[in-house]
């Protein structure tokens, strides 16, 4: 089988990775991130061109974007590289490095990457959240991502806060036009953001965890608010799709007293209090994203040594 190579576009870096037929890295590089389409299109193709040449060999390409592509138009949109919106990225992707190229949403090979071989392995419907400077998800089914009619599947992070409290009203605005957004309470900024409002003192996420778990009581009313939030926003998950499992990512996933208590806390949210899916931190952390943007090709092959 060929070899694959996966790239992980973020904000500040882009990290491209070989793997072998069976899932091990073979070579990465990382490069930091261009704000033009046009030199992030050079870096790409000499990115590729690099790990060929370490690997000895050609190999598929698959990446992971923010935003994501429109399905009728093939134009990104929704991305915080904001060079790529509005660009046919696939396509001219596909033009300079002279060959087809797959591509999905970062959260979308998140959570492939931890349903097949990743936390997730083994159970036939997987939920990956990424809860880092924002909040992205994916949903895996049988070992196929569920993209959607309009490639917005698992776009929980822009539904509304479920069941909002008197003092998180009124819902704040969200970067993306609508209100209330779960984004703006569950990542990480979003968590530092409601700390702000209920106590007035501006930390960040990190200080306010350990604060909390030195017994500060404000930061751990706030820890306490923030996995009720993370509850009432995934109980809509269970609800919906009864994932076996819901798998977390991003920075908010490393934080271990927000598992406590939490499936449990979605179970009495949904349909007759009978969801029993376990609530699990990444395999792979940060590389699953260069992983799942690796098996976006070869997947048949992967499901059927797994």
């Keep these: 089988m060929t070899l694959r190579i996966g790239i992980d576009y973020g904000g500040t870096k882009i990290e491209a990775a070989a793997l072998s037929p069976e899932g091990s890295v073979?070579?990465?590089?990382?490069?930091?991130?261009?704000?033009?389409?046009?030199?992030?299109?050079?870096?790409?193709?000499?990115?590729?061109?690099?790990?060929?040449?370490?690997?000895?060999?050609?190999?598929?390409?698959?990446?992971?974007?923010?935003?994501?592509?429109?399905?009728?138009?093939?134009?990104?949109?929704?991305?915080?590289?904001?060079?790529?919106?509005?660009?046919?990225?696939?396509?001219?992707?596909?033009?300079?490095?002279?060959?087809?190229?797959?591509?999905?949403?970062?959260?979308?090979?998140?959570?492939?990457?931890?349903?097949?071989?990743?936390?997730?392995?083994?159970?036939?419907?997987?939920?990956?959240?990424?809860?880092?400077?924002?909040?992205?998800?994916?949903?895996?089914?049988?070992?196929?991502?569920?993209?959607?009619?309009?490639?917005?599947?698992?776009?929980?992070?822009?539904?509304?806060?479920?069941?909002?409290?008197?003092?998180?009203?009124?819902?704040?605005?969200?970067?993306?036009?609508?209100?209330g957004c779960l984004e703006s309470w569950v990542s990480g900024t979003g968590f530092q953001r409601a700390f702000h409002s209920a106590t007035g003192r501006d930390l960040d996420s990190k200080t306010i965890v350990a604060a909390a778990q030195g017994g500060e009581p404000e930061a751990v009313e706030a820890l306490h608010r923030y996995r009720d939030r993370l509850a009432r926003g995934l109980s809509v998950v269970a609800n919906l799709i009864d994932p076996d499992v819901i798998v977390l990512g991003g920075g908010m996933s490393n934080v271990e007293p927000i598992y406590e208590g939490l499936a449990e806390a979605i179970r009495l949210r949904t349909f007759s209090g009978i969801w029993k899916g376990d609530v699990v931190q990444a395999r792979w952390g940060d590389s699953s994203g260069v992983r799942g943007a690796a098996l976006l090709w070869g997947l048949e092959e992967t499901l059927a040594r797994a």
Aim: hydrophobic share 40%; with cysteine.
């Design 26 to 179: 073979l070579y990465r590089r990382r490069t930091a991130t261009p704000d033009s389409y046009d030199l992030v299109l050079t870096t790409l193709r000499d990115l590729v061109a690099d790990v060929e040449r370490e690997i000895g060999a050609d190999a598929s390409v698959g990446i992971g974007t923010p935003g994501s592509m429109e399905p009728a138009s093939g134009m990104i949109r929704n991305a915080n590289a904001a060079c790529l919106n509005g660009r046919p990225f696939k396509r001219d992707l596909e033009t300079v490095l002279a060959r087809e190229v797959r591509l999905a949403n970062d959260a979308n090979c998140f959570a492939l990457s931890e349903a097949i071989d990743g936390a997730g392995a083994g159970r036939a419907s997987v939920f990956g959240l990424i809860i880092g400077t924002g909040c992205g998800a994916g949903y895996v089914l049988d070992g196929k991502l569920v993209g959607g009619a309009h490639a917005l599947a698992g776009e929980v992070g822009h539904m509304p806060l479920p069941d909002p409290q008197p003092d998180e009203l009124p819902a704040p605005l969200c970067w993306c036009g609508l209100k």
